[in-house]
């Protein structure tokens, strides 16, 4: 049971990864913003009615800001990653094992989470001591 858990959680982290890639893409969001624009062109000359015009606008404009959020998080969180590694490389004491932390599914981090708090425990307990 526990091993399909972590099959189903790895493939799910795998496609997790492959959306937030393509939802951050710049390719993506000209295809978004381009099939907003059509959207909106068709839906405005056939109703006459403003409030669902309105909506339709602040929908697509909410619809693409996803697009650009998505983007700058990405590049975000690549930047903190790539800092986050080379401080970890650049000590020779310290556990390799959160290295490419990208790549790991919520559970091995949390898992590693864990280990290091417990780590923490036991140095307060030893120098309280």
Do not use: P
């Not at 650009?68 to 556990?95: D, G, P, T, W």
């Amino acid at each position: 049971m526990k091993k399909a858990y972590i099959h189903i959680e790895r493939n799910f982290e795998k496609l997790t990864s492959i959306a937030t890639k393509i939802l951050g893409n710049s390719i993506t969001f000209i295809l978004a913003l381009c099939l907003v624009l059509f959207w909106w062109t068709t839906s405005l000359f056939k109703t006459s009615d403003w409030h669902q015009n309105i909506g339709d606008f602040i929908f697509g404009t909410t619809f693409l800001s996803l697009f650009i959020i998505q983007k700058s998080f990405n590049r975000y969180s690549a930047l903190v990653h790539l800092k986050m590694n080379e401080l970890i490389s650049s000590h020779e004491m310290a556990n390799n094992d959160v290295m490419n932390d990208t790549e790991k599914t919520e559970h091995e981090i949390r898992k590693l989470s864990k280990e290091y708090l417990e780590t923490e425990e036991i140095i307060e307990e030893e120098v309280n001591t």
